[in-house]
């Protein structure tokens, strides 16, 4: 039928590819840096209550960062330029600047909380009519053109807040992916061509891949002008379509080169492709999608943007390799041959017992086989030393050390880190709402107290509020001056300074905890903690949320961890149900399920070693961060459970068909070690090269993502597939096929190549 309508097939498959290209073409401008806020969270609430009735604080809030090189703080000279920067920026049509407070807005006798302590930098909190996603776009523009405008002026100009921030993770994700793709498509066209001797079948795999993206981000593209989709989505998809497309491609067309050399005709060979690699890539194909539906069960949205991302993906590389890939196959032919690269000759493969068990693959199965209690456990002990450190893993949200220190953004953040104290880019904020005015004596006695008790905190570099301009008016009771007759009695610069911490309704003030610390420590997550249990100990008439940076990176920590839980067990009982409806086996479906949480473990550890402890950072160019990405554990878990079934389906197929025209159990996975050996070593060795160029391309997130997986994929197609396999399933003897009720009939035994059966477990088989 394929056969038939190959042509009318091609033209849709064409058609298709470039609908879905004007989509990808687009889908980075609609993407967002956002997506770690937790609905309904004190940390949401606390971000959504700053928004509106504060000086200087508006829809997005950046902190005007300026740094000169030249001047100090005290010289007229650094009041000039700064006062020319401000009155640039607030000029910016693109930034809509409709409101500020600090340095450049105060006079030289209250502008010093504002001035840096290395008498070089100064800043401002400015108030943008912008939403969170329109700023996003903007400001990494806006900033470029900043750095163009100042830098040869010596000045340092930054734009700093979360919306700065995921714009530029949003700027350098783009980079890295440009930069990424440079670096994988050689590589993939090398290994391509090693692996298949011809021109021809490597573009058949690459189109492959590379159709299964453009489709993906032409969905996607439609879909996050309506839904928030985060900004990773992009990086994901690409990198996982390239690996699993290209991955998919290489087993059906390997198989449908090795029907043709049988002599079949191109409409068989391609049936016979479709029947066994088609059927191993959708059985591999609906165990991934399957695992990273779970994910949906976790309600954070970057999570969510993932997981969806990676389904569509996986999805439409099956549909791909099982529907226009054939459509190639048969217009192609023989021609899949073509353009042939002439390498040192392979020894020939045959399918007689005698040339299989003078292979090296054979030999290596055989030789575990022989010890497999020496095997399983001595590649067990090996993957539990490398897994032991995950037991210190840490996660926590995205920061500015994710950024290179080359990024205009990182140098403001880093400006302000050292001129105003580590935590000041990460204040916890406790806002705080009153159903009574704040300037009654009991509401102002309280919230004085409150300051108060924050400051004697461990951890706290200093508390940043109304209090220090209020105190100056009324010593006694500071929030007395609130009333609305001390107020316009008030010199202009005393009441910005209040209105910066004290909304307009004198119902909300807000408390800016400024920690000794990175957002990420223990020290600022028990900070966090201390400072919820004073809040706690207002009284009903005042209302506390806190949030911040710290605050945020637990809440989604905890819905993560909250919905891990269902997660794993909705993900094992897929998987197992899918291996069984596949293998219709009880126990390898099991086996297969502890070696993945063997060799994900194993991964684990091995990211903790290098990201958390440093260990190799230099070498491999990688930033230190002392904790995870928190998506990225969650994440790897469903990719490279998913991943690693997908090599156990394609090796165990082979087994399979092996067992049931032998009846021997040791023959039969050395023999099927032996046809698809080879081939999971292209396969791994793609993947690891698809997967370590993101890893080392991208940002701090991806490169803890593309990293973690290259390196459970080595792990996987070497200690799992080669020893730890052959080793189980040589001890488990008959059991591996066991599945109660299941009709069986003896089959006539096959010789081994001594031409007798040596084998106590050749058993019968099913029919």
Known sequence: MIGKGRWPLLALWLIALAIGGLGASS??????????????????????????GFKGRGKTTVTLVIHDKLHTTDSSQFAERARDVARYVGADEALKVTDAHGWTTLNSQNRSPYAGDDHRTAIDSLALDLDDGTARRELPKIQKELTGQ??????????????????????????????????????????????????????????????????????????????????????????????????????MITRFKEQLAKGQSVESAVAATLRTSGHTVIASGVTIVLAMCTLFLIDLNVIFSLALGATVVVAFSVLTAVLFLPVLLHILGDRINAGRIRLPRRRPRTDTAGGEESSRWYRIAM?????????????STALLALAAPAAQLRTFSPDARILPGTSQVRVGYDHVQDAFGVGTTSPIQAVVTSKKPLDTPTQADTLTKFNDRLEKLPHVDRIDSALPALKT???????????????????????????HYVAADNRTVVFEIIPDTKASSDAARNLLTRVQDEANKLPASLDAVIGGETAEGIDSNRVIEDGLPQVILAMLAAVYVVLLLTFRSLLLPLKAIAMNLLSIAATYGVLVLVFQRGMGTGLLNFERTNYLQNFVPVLLLALLFSLSTDYEVFLLDRVREEYKATGDNTVSVARGLTRTAPLIS??????????????????????????????????????????????????????????????????????????????????TITQ
């Open 27 to 52: 889908i980075a401008n609609s993407l967002s840096g956002g997506g770690w806020y937790v609905s309904g969270s004190a940390s949401a609430k606390a971000a959504h209550q700053l928004d509106h």
């Open 150 to 251: 100042f830098e040869g002026k010596g000045l340092e100009v930054s734009l700093v807040s979360p919306s700065s921030f995921w714009g530029e993770v949003n700027t350098l994700s783009q980079e890295g992916l440009t930069k990424a793709e440079l670096i994988t498509m050689p590589l993939i066209i090398v290994i391509l061509l090693l692996l298949f001797r011809s021109v021809a079948a490597a573009l058949v795999s690459l189109a492959v891949g590379v159709s299964a993206i453009v489709f993906t981000l032409g969905l996607l593209a439609p879909i996050s002008q309506h839904y928030e989709l985060s900004v990773f989505v992009e990086n994901a998809a690409t990198m996982l379509g390239l690996g699993v497309g290209v991955d998919y491609s290489l087993f």
């Open 367 to 379: 030789k575990v086989m022989a010890r497999p209690v020496l095997f399983l456990a001595a590649t």
């Open 473 to 499: 008016v009324s010593p006694k009771a500071p929030f007395a001056a609130l009333d609305d007759t001390v107020m316009d009695r008030l010199p202009d610069d005393a009441r910005s300074t209040i209105r």
């Open 682 to 763: 292209g396969a791994a060795l793609l993947m690891v090269a698809v997967f370590g160029a993101f890893g080392f391309a991208g940002i701090v997130p991806i490169q803890q993502l593309g990293f973690g997986m290259a390196v459970a994929i080595l792990l996987d197609a070497t200690l799992v597939r080669l020893l730890l396999v052959p080793a189980s399933m040589r001890l488990m003897g008959r059991w591996n096929w066991w599945l109660p009720g299941r009709r069986n009939a003896t089959r006539p035994q096959e010789p081994t190549a001594s031409g007798t059966s040596t084998h106590p477990e050749r058993e």
